[in-house]
């Protein structure tokens, strides 16, 4: 009778792995959309900064040469150019506050229970929903003609669109009616993460709404309305759409990003125009930094108490 003879296998070799290590994996899964940034947004700013430092406009046959500095001296010097840079400061300034007030109104509002909660909240995030072509189309027809609808309420026959400061009013306006739902948005974002024990404490403790407000709801709110500022007065900073709808940048209306424009793509000199296009830019990154010195320090303060 023949014995089979159980031979016990040998336990599997290891074998070293030959994927890749997760540092490598993070690597190649990151690369595709970092590809993607420098192509989408590091190489313009790379080429406007190039474009800067030459002398180019087909408006003058085969003028293309290097001139370091030259533009920046140029517009620098060119009063149009302040001009643009304190209307876009105003701008932003107004609307910005504007908008930081209704937005925390809207957002109390939002955040308050009561029936109808839901319409209430859709109806306040429609502004923010439509075009902002659509919305300078909209405020565009309601000021432009002195028997337009905004002159026929109020009683008087002013050209609100073909003079300043009124037309930069206009914009603010529109301005501030399409993008305070945004700061509403935020703020709510950061009114329902206060815990609701708190304010039950607080009116056992016979505090009163106002005080409860100033005492809660405004220093645990201070936060998001922070990160708020920031993402709505760097936005600010880059207007272009509803002036350019609205005025064409006439009657005190040029933003920086409209004498930009203007320059590179109206006048066709390209050079001039990429030199606008870099102090912007350089404007927007300086109000950054400022913001994340002070402000970022001071939401760091706070989340530490």
Known sequence: MATATTTQGAPPKSRRSRGLSEKGLAFWMVSPSMLLIALVAAYPIIYAIWLSFHDYSVRVADLSRWDIGGNYTEALGNSDFWNAMGITLTFSAISVFLELIIGVAMALAMHA??????????????????????????????????????????????VWLGQSPHALIVIIIADVWKTAPFMALLVLAGLQVIPGEIYEAAKVDGATMMQRFRKITLPLLMPAILVALIFRTLDALRIFDLPYVLTKGTNGTTTLSLIAQQTFAENRIYGLGATYSVLTFITVMIVAFIYIRTVGGNIRGMAEE
């Open 113 to 158: 229970a009561f029936k109808g909660q839901g319409i209430l909240r859709t109806v306040v995030l429609i502004p923010w929903a439509v075009l902002t072509v659509v919305t300078a189309i909209m405020w565009r027809t309601l000021f432009e003609s002195p028997q337009g609808l905004v002159n026929a309420i109020i009683g008087g026959d002013t």
